[in-house]
């Protein structure tokens, strides 16, 4: 469970923040020198909106690392065996 968590977190953060930022500093300077100023605007929105997203991720998988990366085997175990007996308490 940790180390699939670890994994998601380092993929999600490289993917969705530094890798982000780096294509977005890129779009918005190619569009400031070759696009219109309608075309500009849009592009912020655009990418502010994806932000946010980003950002949500970003913070739900970081929430899981922390809760997950310091957790016990056994109470990791016992957390996952709840979690399945809800989940088939839900499908009945």
């Known amino acids: 469970m940790?180390?699939?968590i670890l994994i998601?977190?380092?993929t999600i953060f490289w993917t969705r923040i530094f890798r982000y930022i780096y294509?977005?500093?890129f779009?918005?300077?190619?569009i400031s020198l070759h696009g219109s100023q309608n075309m500009y605007?849009?592009?912020w929105v655009a990418l502010v909106s994806m932000f946010l997203i980003n950002l949500?991720?970003?913070?739900d998988v970081a929430t899981k690392l922390l809760k997950f990366?310091?957790?016990?085997?056994?109470?990791?175990k016992n957390y996952q065996k709840e979690?399945?007996?809800v989940l088939k308490e839900k499908h009945d």
């Open 8 to 10: 998601s977190f380092i």
């Open 41 to 43: 605007i849009g592009c």
């Open 69 to 76: 990366a310091f957790m016990s085997s056994k109470s990791a």
């Open 23 to 25: 294509v977005a500093y």
């Open 83 to 85: 979690f399945i007996e």
């Open 56 to 59: 949500l991720f970003s913070i």
């Open 27 to 30: 779009i918005i300077s190619h």
């Open 2 to 4: 940790k180390i699939s």
